[in-house]
């Protein structure tokens, strides 16, 4: 093999070898700091940072053939009963809640065992459901994992990563 082969063989190798270690940076600054928010320009008007905000609503999953009835109006209110954030209470306005590190997360939870978008909760015929956004460590429903759209009933400890939480009416 002559000299100029090796050499381009080893300068070859080496910008493989930096570009494996950018895309693990990469991965790493993402993971960890999220994407950043843009901030509207101050003439901007109310409603059109409303409007250009918000993301488009995702198509929920088809509802269960015979969703489990609660007896009664859904649950309005998210209370936090243990983690970092314990004693929080959330108002449950729309349909759907993303659960996450993530800071466009409705409910944003800071913690290791927390993925950027770890779950979602969804208003499905009068019945909250939760969905694991194929997080690492998993969701829990009475502390079991849940893999496909759960319900969630009342006052039900839910688990994400180091919080738990309930619905509440």
């Known amino acids: 093999m002559s ?4 050499l381009l063989l080893r300068i070859g190798f080496l910008i493989l070898m930096w570009a494996f270690v950018f895309a693990i940076v990469y991965a790493l600054r993402s993971d ?28 929920a999953p088809r509802a269960p053939s015979s969703p489990p009835t609660t007896g009664g109006p859904p649950a309005r209110r998210l209370v936090i009963t243990s983690g970092a954030k314990e004693g929080l209470e959330l108002a449950l306005e729309d349909d ?8 466009d997360s409705g409910l944003v939870i800071r913690d290791d065992y927390t993925s950027t978008h770890h779950a979602r909760l969804m208003l499905w015929d009068d019945v909250w459901m939760l969905q694991d956004l194929d997080s690492t460590n ?20 839910v688990s994400i990563g ?8």
Do not use: H, Y
């Open 3 to 6: 000299e100029l082969t090796l």
């Open 32 to 59: 960890l700091f999220g994407t950043r928010v843009r901030r509207m320009p101050a003439a901007a008007s109310p409603a059109a940072a409303a409007a250009s905000s918000s993301p488009a609503p995702a198509a």
């Open 96 to 103: 759907q809640l993303t659960i996450g590190r993530s800071a």
């Open 138 to 157: 998993g969701s829990f429903v009475k502390g079991k994992k849940v893999g496909a759209p759960t319900p969630v009933p009342p006052n039900t400890p």
């Open 162 to 169: 180091t919080t738990t939480f309930e619905l509440r009416r």
